[in-house]
C-alpha cells in the first residue's frame, strides 16, 4: 500500500484555469519523493490539500489517500488526528511555525502530549533527546531558550524535531530549506535523509530546486501549470529527462545537474553530529 496516494486531483481557486489539474501519483514507503517545478506551478496547493490546509474557497476533485485512508471531505476534528500522528508537514519559514514566546523545547513536548498522554518529565526528556537528534548542540541547556536565541538552520531543526516528533509515517516539507544559505540546506536535507532513514518516514519533499532534488530524493515528479508532467527516479530524470519542459528545466538550471559543478554536494564525511563550528556556534 503506498504511503500516499493522489488520484486524478484537481483543484480550482475559482478561475478557470486549475492550479492542480488532475495529478495522479503514488509515493512509496520510506522513499523521498521530490516535487519539483517553478513557482506558481500548483507545488504548495497539492500538499496543501493532503493537509486539509485550503482555503474553503478552493474547489477540490479527485482522491486522496494517506495510508490507504481518503482525507478529501474528512471533518476538522479527523483532519487534526491526522496531522501530527500520520502526516507532518513543515514549511519554509521556520520562525512562524514557532511561537517566539515559548521556549523551543517546551513547543516539542507540547506536540508528543498532544497526540498521547505522556508525563511532562518523560515529553522533556523525549524533547531534548529529539533536539540532539537533529543536531542541537548542548540540548539541555537549549530546551529553555526561546526560538530568537537561534540561528535560522536552528530554528529549522527545531521545526524538524516538533514535526518528526510523534514518528509520523509521512513528512511533508515545502521548501524546507529555501530560506537557509546553501550550506545550511545542505546540512538540514542532510538531516531530513538521516531521519527518513532512522524512522522510516516517507518524505514528499517540495522544491523549486534542482540541486535539492539530486541531493535526497529517490523519485522526482515535475509539475508545470498544475500538471504533473513526468515522474522519474532522480538518476533517470538528470540522465534522461522524458519531457520537453523536464529538459528545458535541466538545461536552464546548471546547478542542477548532479555532476554540474556548482552543485551543493554533501561530503561525504559530513555527518549531523559533526556540524561544521560555525552553524553550531551561532546557534
Ligand atoms: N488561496 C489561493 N487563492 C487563489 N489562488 C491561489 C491560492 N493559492 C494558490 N493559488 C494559485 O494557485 C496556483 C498555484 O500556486 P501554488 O500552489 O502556491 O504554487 P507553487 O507552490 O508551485 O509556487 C497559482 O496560480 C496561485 O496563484
Ligand atoms: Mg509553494
Known sequence: MSVLSFTSVSVRFGGNTPAVNGVSLEVKPGEIFGIVGESGSGKSTLANAVMGLLPGTAQVAGSIAVNGREVLGLDEPSLRQIRGAEVAMIFQDASASLDPTWSVGDQIA????????????????RAIALMEEVGIPDAPRRYSDVPHRFSGGMRQRIVIAAAVANNPKLLIADEPTTALDVTLQAQVLALIDRLRRSHGTTVLLITHDLGVVAQVCDRVGVMYGGKLLEVASASDLFARPSHPYTRALLAANPAGAPRGSRLPVIPSEWSVESLPAAEASNG
Open 110 to 125: 507540547e506536540t508528543i502530549r498532544a497526540h498521547g498522554p505522556v508525563r511532562s518529565a518523560e515529553a522533556k526528556a
